[in-house]
């Protein structure tokens, strides 16, 4: 007869890490958010470990000063409440949604006036239905991805105990390659479609002659076009040539961004309000997620994780070569789990307890020549970290964050429901959310990829601009 009593004990004492991973995957399965999964599984897991003796109590008193000193003070950290203002304020302003607009009215007159109609038809049937004058903006698929991919830029930041704007400096090349392909894309087919309507003009034309050229409005065009590429030029101008904070760059951005909507009218007091709104909701909910990160990791190591962790560690990585088989494992494996995963999930649960594994990576020898003599002295800022990061220069951080970050924004793009999820999005009454379809998503990951391939080929796409400008 099975003796459990004597089992339980040695199970629960030499696996009780895995137990917590285990009970984490059975939370996220059953579809329970993830502040209240992590939070729980901490309190539970962390009172079994005190009742058993195989967490001392100092550790767990120890974490509410962990979490004002590590998050609530972290420098990186205060710069998400001024990002998603930044953002929300962004869209509501619609900046974004005009230079849409203008760039489809050069590419085709007459499709903008049609969506035009179309868009004062959606604002009867809200006023009629909802009761509300305003009409209410969907979101592009640029801006789905920008918040997320730079909420996730400062998380890997902080993880590789980098300052942001060095990280920003370093994602600045292969991020301007990337998003030039992607407007190439939409461009190249904004130009096909209107290449057809204008066929289709002229065979449908009934009069003598060929049909009267459409007009392009060139002052609407810069009109609209002007104020994004202004915002785009500040930031650089202040993160690239003064080498401003990028805390101070948000907050100089989010008042040129207010400067311009009052001067076009689009920033109502209660538009404002509604903005400062969304942004403290979504302050609270990422910083909710984030605590219970914290304490879930917390709780984590303490029953035994660094010694599950450096198994992992030493199992995967090879004692006298270039770790590059693990690398590209490892970057793999986090893009192919955004086909089940979250980006909060990898960002705050999957990629902290990965980070033994980077810090282990040693690509000195191959980063150092490439850089142009800048020494590790200037990674000194202290910054909070969920796990202990060690023995890495700064040329080895940067090119490992750069590529997580990559890694992670392929995840993005791959999960089903990526739709803007941090921010509150403002649908129309009676439809659902829905992304821009113009890039395929198979294109989309496909770019991403080769860009990551090129990042890890060719480490000065990453390393040569904060190599010029870092020192």
């Not at 538009?271 to 909910?285: D, P, W, Y």
């Amino acid at each position: 007869m099975t003796n459990w009593s004597d089992i339980l004990p040695v199970l629960w004492f030499d696996n009780a890490p895995l137990w917590l991973l285990v009970a984490f995957l059975f939370l996220f399965v059953t579809g329970y958010p993830i502040a209240f999964s992590l939070g729980a599984l901490s309190l539970l897991f962390g009172w079994a470990g005190l009742e058993t003796g195989l967490i001392e109590t100092t550790v767990l008193s120890s974490i509410p000063d962990g979490i004002f000193s590590h998050i609530l003070f972290d420098p990186a950290l205060l710069c998400l409440p001024l990002l998603l203002f930044f953002t929300e304020l962004l869209v509501e302003s619609g900046q974004m949604e005009r230079a849409s607009f203008a760039i489809k009215g050069m590419m085709d007159p007459l499709k903008p006036e049609r969506e035009a109609t179309k868009k004062r038809k959606v604002g009867i049937q809200i006023k009629s239905r909802a009761g509300n004058r305003e009409v209410c903006g969907e979101r592009s698929i640029f801006m789905s991805i920008f918040l997320p991919g730079a909420v996730v830029s400062i998380f890997v930041a902080r993880l590789f105990d980098l300052p942001p704007e060095y990280l920003s400096v370093a994602l600045f090349v292969p991020t301007t390659v990337l998003f030039s392909f992607y407007m190439i894309n939409w461009l190249l087919e904004l130009w096909v479609l209107a290449n057809r309507r204008q066929a289709q003009r002229y065979a449908d034309w009934s009069g003598q002659g060929p049909p009267p050229p459409l007009s392009r409005n060139w002052g609407r065009f810069l009109r609209y076009l002007f104020p994004p590429v202004l915002l785009v030029v500040l930031a650089l101008t202040m993160v690239l040539h003064y080498k401003v904070s990028l805390f101070a760059t948000l907050a100089a951005l989010s008042l040129a961004l207010c400067c311009l909507a009052l001067l076009q009218g689009q920033l109502r007091p209660m538009r404002f309000l509604g903005v400062a709104n969304r942004a403290a909701v979504a302050t609270a909910n990422l910083g909710a997620m984030l605590l219970a990160a914290f304490c879930f990791h917390s709780v984590f190591l303490a029953l035994g994780g660094v010694a599950v962790m450096d198994q992992f560690s030493n199992l995967v990585m090879p004692s006298n070569h270039l770790p590059w088989l693990p690398l590209i494992l490892l970057l793999i494996g986090l893009a192919f789990l955004g086909l089940f995963f979250d980006w909060i999930i990898l960002t705050l649960v999957v990629l902290p307890m990965l980070m033994p594994v980077f810090s282990n990576m040693n690509f000195n020898s191959l980063l150092v020549p490439i850089w142009a003599g800048v020494t590790s002295q200037l990674a000194s800022i202290e910054a909070a970290k969920i796990l202990e990061i060690q023995g890495l220069i700064m040329q080895s951080k940067l090119w490992l964050a750069a590529l997580v970050w990559l890694a992670l924004i392929t995840a993005l793009v791959t999960y089903s429901r990526q739709s803007g999820e941090i921010v509150a999005k403002t649908l129309v009454y009676g439809k659902g959310a829905s992304l821009d379809n113009r890039i395929s998503m198979g294109l989309f990951v496909l770019l991403q990829l080769i860009g990551l391939t090129a990042a890890i080929i060719v480490p000065q796409v990453v390393l040569w601009l904060p190599s010029l400008l870092i020192g």
